[in-house]
């Protein structure tokens, strides 16, 4: 037998969960880990978002998030990276405000 490699962690599919994993794994030096999909590429929900719609799903709840807050992968630091944090808070907590004010 020919040269072989040795994994931690093998990954097969990238769905929510093996995404999240990745994500946590990348920012471990010590494991060795693959992952594969039958797709060539990433792709989030496709053909599913619809322009001017949201996704349900509470952004804390990125797969990275609640494992590892201060992880480079999470959402929040998305935000901060590319400098969206406070239009992001405002822009979320602006809809709500406006939501409650409604007459009943």
């Not at 030096?29 to 799903?57: C, E, R, Y």
């Not at 630091?77 to 822009?91: A, E």
């Not at 907590?93 to 004010?101: D, E, H």
């Amino acid at each position: 037998m020919g040269n072989s490699t040795m994994y931690d962690v093998i990954g097969i599919g990238i769905g929510p969960y093996n995404l999240g994993l990745a994500a946590l794994s990348y920012e471990r030096s010590d494991l060795k880990t693959i992952f594969f999909d039958q797709n060539g590429q990433f792709a989030w929900h496709p053909g599913m978002l619809i322009p001017g719609t949201d996704l349900q799903v509470p952004f804390l709840a990125d797969l990275v998030t609640f494992a590892n807050p201060t992880s480079k992968f999470t959402f929040t630091n998305y935000l901060h990276q590319k400098n969206r944090l406070y239009k992001f808070f405002f822009f979320k907590n602006s809809k709500c405000l406006v939501l409650n004010m409604q007459p009943i």
